[in-house]
């Protein structure tokens, strides 16, 4: 038994295993190095193969393993291990078929803003450092003939910086002193242009694109960036912010997934400069849902492309054995030989190396896990098919031994079952070394002043009458993991929310088709569908959710300027052809506000209409539209284990006051929650 003094000071402390999870690879967790090293080992493998390949070839590796096995905690091993040399770029699922391309630059572009952990500087930073640097040696040391251009001071000045390899000195040469840092960017953007152009072409949009990418990293002032982002990611941006980072806008007919691929190319060339690129897609499950053969299909020719048009690039998909399976029989071969020229399997590991995961979390209490459990517990709680279960099943111990809240139903069976399995001599043993341990922790707690509660936690606790309290009676397991879930995965987007984030329009929409199209399972006659105007209109990215009696149309206008105005007249157009429809227009309130006349007097003239509503989303409202989607993708990929109407349920009671859930209420109609 835990020593009383002992357990009265954990419960001050954290849960060691109360994270089991690992939501994306920039994360840091406690890792157990030795556990799938030798699987670890052939992924690096594979890297260094596209290094030393004299075509740098993009290769593809598929990590396949059960639900909670560590597929994304390996990744999280990789960035570790690789952040400072090689760039790691993190793709969720895409949820838009007709924005897949622009989906994955979009998020290659939210990875490569993101600063490198315990370094000032972004993933972007170190590409454009080293690649800088190697332009320069290029241009003017090992093949100045080929550009013609006479070197001049600031040629010498940047070569005198970087000649011992310390690239990153390019971010703070002249930092003090704001008009020569200036100077000096504009030089490096005109000698990349120059390099880009007379190696590969003057012609589409790379050109710009790299500029602009020059641009963000001669910028340190956060507004700046932030301008140049929004860019980089097209979104509409008013003039009047591009003209001081001097940007023209973008040509409102652009394609976005040519323009995302010419952007991917530039990342995929620019690294044959610097280390091989690392892009990991991740939380893929729910492609091979039946509703999602589209999304699938883009997905699969999305991919053909990278392989195909970005060099130099190490792609991980992360699969489930049976959505590998589908992915074999959906996709042609040439989109399969690709991403599979290696196999690494991920099977479930030895008991020692388990303990010795439960016993790296343990590190941060210092006391290993043969102190906190008994050998029957630590069987218990390693009985579990997946890793993140035997951890999830170590925190419920914990909780009950240090915290006295009940055990799951799952492990007082177990439990009990474990018991069974001993002798009834064992059994009298034991019952009689409990009775002396007893008294012995009665007379230690006297006499240090501890209060104790010896009463059984497996039964739920009762008033005077003889009741069940209300705590107890309200809330079932399933009601808690979730309710836990939602507490923790809203403080994360909580304290993410200032960070630089790339939303769309697109990405967005995409996000509310998948609520409302898990919402079936409680309501399965709603129908989703879209509006579209006679001629060939651009209207804001939406989604038309209706029932027998009742049909919403739910906008998202992130763009600025001309493109604001534009389809906000085609959206106000729709509104009075569809009158048996409620309109919404939402806006992130991180965006730039509205401004131009005309684009007032549309605003306001949809404000004005009777069955029309303008929606700002606060930092509340949209970290509950991202935890809503969040949790949906979490069940699908089985990283929660709760039954998905039964989490829909209480995330409808929890946030009934959020606007889109609201609508839900209205659909979904009278039903108990």
Not at 128 to 157: G, M, W
Not at 345 to 350: D, G, Q, T, V, Y
Not at 585 to 605: C, H, I, M, N
Request: proline residues 3%; glycine residues 4%.
């Amino acid at each position: 038994m835990i020593d009383l003094n002992l357990q009265a000071q954990l419960q001050k402390r954290k849960n060691p295993f109360g994270s089991s999870r690992v939501d994306h690879p920039f994360q840091v967790h406690n890792d157990a190095d030795n556990v799938f090293s030798k699987e670890f080992h052939r992924i690096q493998s594979t890297l260094k193969d596209i290094k030393q390949d004299i075509n740098h070839q993009s290769k593809g590796v598929v990590v396949i393993g059960e639900p909670g096995f560590g597929k994304t905690h390996l990744m999280m091993r990789l960035a570790n291990s690789r952040l400072k040399t090689n760039r790691l770029l993190f793709i969720r699922q895409p949820n838009n078929p007709d924005a897949v391309i622009y989906h994955i630059y979009s998020r290659i572009l939210e990875s490569l803003i993101r600063s490198i952990p315990k370094i000032n500087y972004t993933q972007l930073e170190y590409l454009i450092a080293n690649s800088c640097a190697n332009i320069f040696q290029e241009i003017i040391v090992e093949n100045p003939h080929l550009y013609l251009q006479k070197t001049s001071k600031k040629d010498r000045d940047i070569l005198a910086e970087v000649e011992h390899g310390n690239y990153l000195k390019l971010l703070t040469y002249l930092s003090s002193d704001i008009k020569a840092r200036r100077e000096l960017w504009e030089h490096i953007e005109n000698r990349v242009y120059l390099w880009w152009v007379t190696n590969y072409s003057s012609a589409g949009y790379a050109p710009e694109i790299l500029k602009g990418i020059i641009k963000f990293c001669g910028y340190r002032a956060i507004d700046y960036r932030s301008i140049i982002r929004e860019w980089l990611a097209m979104n509409e941006v008013p003039q009047k912010y591009l003209d001081k980072v001097r940007i023209a806008s973008w040509n409102q007919s652009i394609n976005r997934e040519e323009v995302s691929l010419e952007a991917l190319k530039i990342f995929g060339y620019l690294s044959l400069l610097d280390e091989p690129l690392i892009i990991v897609f991740d939380q893929l499950e729910g492609l091979g849902r039946e509703y999602n053969q589209n999304l699938l299909h883009s997905f699969g020719e999305a991919i053909k492309e990278i392989f195909t048009h970005v060099p130099n690039s190490l792609i991980i998909l992360n699969l489930f054995p049976d959505r590998w399976e589908q992915f074999q029989q959906e996709f042609d071969d040439s989109i399969i030989d690709r991403i599979s020229q290696c196999q690494v399997f991920l099977h479930k590991p030895s008991e020692e190396q388990l303990k010795t995961i439960l016993n790296e979390k343990s590190k941060s209490i210092n006391i290993p896990i043969e102190q906190i459990f008994t050998p029957q517990e630590i069987q218990t709680i390693l009985n579990r098919n997946s890793v993140r279960g035997i951890i999830n099943s170590a925190a419920d111990f914990y909780n009950y031994k240090i915290h006295n809240i009940p055990l799951p139903e799952y492990l007082n069976v177990e439990t009990r079952n474990t018991i069974k399995l001993q002798d009834n001599s064992n059994l009298q043993s034991l019952a009689s070394d409990i009775k002396q341990v007893k008294e012995l922790v009665l007379k230690i707690a006297e006499k240090l002043d501890i209060e104790s509660n010896l009463e059984t936690n497996s039964e739920a606790k009762v008033d005077k009458n003889g009741k069940t309290s209300i705590a107890q009676a309200t809330q079932t397991n399933a009601d808690k993991i979730i309710i836990d879930y939602l507490n923790q995965q809203y403080h994360e987007l909580e304290e993410n929310y200032s960070e630089s984030q790339i939303i769309t329009s697109s990405d967005d929409q995409g996000k509310l088709e998948k609520i409302f199209a898990s919402f079936k399972i409680i309501k399965p006659d709603i129908k989703l569908d879209f509006l579209a105007l006679d001629k060939p209109k651009k209207i804001p990215d939406h989604l038309v959710i209706q029932t027998a009696t009742l049909g919403y149309a739910i906008s998202f206008l992130y763009d600025g300027g001309n493109a604001f105005f534009s389809r906000m007249t085609n959206w106000n157009e729709l509104v009075v052809k569809n009158s048996h429809l409620n309109f919404y227009v939402y806006r992130d309130a991180r965006g730039y506000q509205v401004s131009g006349e005309k684009s007032l007097a549309e605003l306001d003239k949809f404000k004005n209409l009777d069955n029309a509503e303008y929606i700002v989303l606060t930092k509340d409202e949209r970290i509950i539209f991202e935890l809503v989607y969040q949790i949906i993708v979490d069940i699908q990929n089985q990283d929660l284990e709760v039954k998905l109407d039964e989490a829909l349920l209480v995330v409808l009671k929890r946030y009934s006051h959020h606007s889109l859930l609201k609508i839900a209420h209205k659909v979904i109609g009278n039903i108990s929650i």
